[in-house]
């Protein structure tokens, strides 16, 4: 189920601002360089990174040593496919959405993907969407993959939840979605 309503007036912790800001991450692609040889050089893809209070995701929930994880989103993401952004925004809307992978089997929806193929199978940080009348939360924010149960005991890192103005939440988003590509 990607959408709980929640009809309580007071949602737990403070409320956060979800927002976006370029990024770079580093992929390895296979290039011909000769007649029969290929070799694995770096390309530089550019997508956009969810902020939270103006801090990227993957800092918010860096690795215990600091460390950041190489998952990005596909938010215009030269290397996803044209219609997962599409996809992918109406996940995080909490809306349906076409093509089953594009969330967890559990409903869990993902926040990053695998930034090489953006499979669900490699790993995921994913979250429980709740939206309910004037708030959108991500609930025990965690890392998994699709072949596996999620479990939120083995997590390396404090498993949290964040919560948004559902109206602020819906001015970053709804946007973007409107400007994805539909394939």
Same mark, same amino acid.
């Given at each position: 189920?990607?959408?709980?309503?929640?009809?309580?007036?007071? =949602?737990?912790?403070?409320? %956060?601002?979800?927002?976006? *800001?370029?990024?770079?991450?580093?992929?390895?692609?296979?290039?011909?360089?000769?007649?029969?040889?290929?070799?694995?050089?770096?390309?530089?893809?550019?997508?956009?990174?969810?902020? $939270?209070?103006? +801090?990227?995701?993957?800092?918010?929930? *860096?690795?215990?040593?600091?460390?950041? *994880?190489?998952?990005?989103?596909?938010?215009?993401?030269?290397?996803?496919?044209?219609?997962?952004?599409?996809?992918?925004?109406? &996940? $995080?809307?909490?809306?349906?959405?076409?093509?089953?992978?594009?969330?967890?089997?559990?409903?869990?929806?993902?926040?990053? =993907?695998?930034?090489?193929?953006?499979? /669900?199978?490699?790993?995921?940080?994913? &979250?429980? /969407? +709740?939206?309910? #009348? #004037?708030?959108?939360?991500?609930? %025990?924010?965690?890392?998994?993959?699709?072949? *596996?149960?999620?479990?939120?005991?083995?997590?390396?890192?404090? =498993?949290? %939840?964040?919560?948004? #103005?559902?109206?602020?939440?819906?001015? =970053?988003?709804?946007?973007?979605?409107?400007?994805?590509?539909?394939?």
């Amino acid at each position: 189920m990607l959408t709980t309503a929640c009809h309580t007036p007071h =949602v737990p912790g403070p409320v %956060s601002t979800l927002g976006t *800001a370029p990024a770079i991450v580093s992929v390895s692609v296979v290039e011909k360089v000769g007649w029969f040889r290929r070799e694995l050089v770096p390309r530089a893809v550019t997508y956009l990174d969810w902020t $939270i209070d103006g +801090v990227p995701l993957r800092e918010v929930v *860096a690795w215990p040593d600091g460390s950041v *994880a190489s998952e990005v989103t596909p938010v215009r993401n030269d290397a996803a496919l044209p219609d997962y952004e599409a996809d992918y925004l109406r &996940a $995080i809307l909490g809306e349906p959405v076409s093509r089953e992978w594009t969330v967890m089997p559990d409903g869990r929806v993902p926040l990053l =993907v695998c930034h090489v193929d953006f499979d /669900l199978d490699c790993r995921a940080l994913t &979250a429980e /969407l +709740v939206r309910g #009348d #004037d708030r959108v939360e991500w609930r %025990s924010i965690g890392w998994q993959a699709a072949y *596996a149960p999620l479990d939120l005991t083995e997590q390396e890192m404090p =498993v949290t %939840s964040l919560v948004f #103005d559902r109206q602020q939440y819906d001015d =970053v988003v709804r946007p973007l979605l409107a400007a994805a590509p539909e394939g």
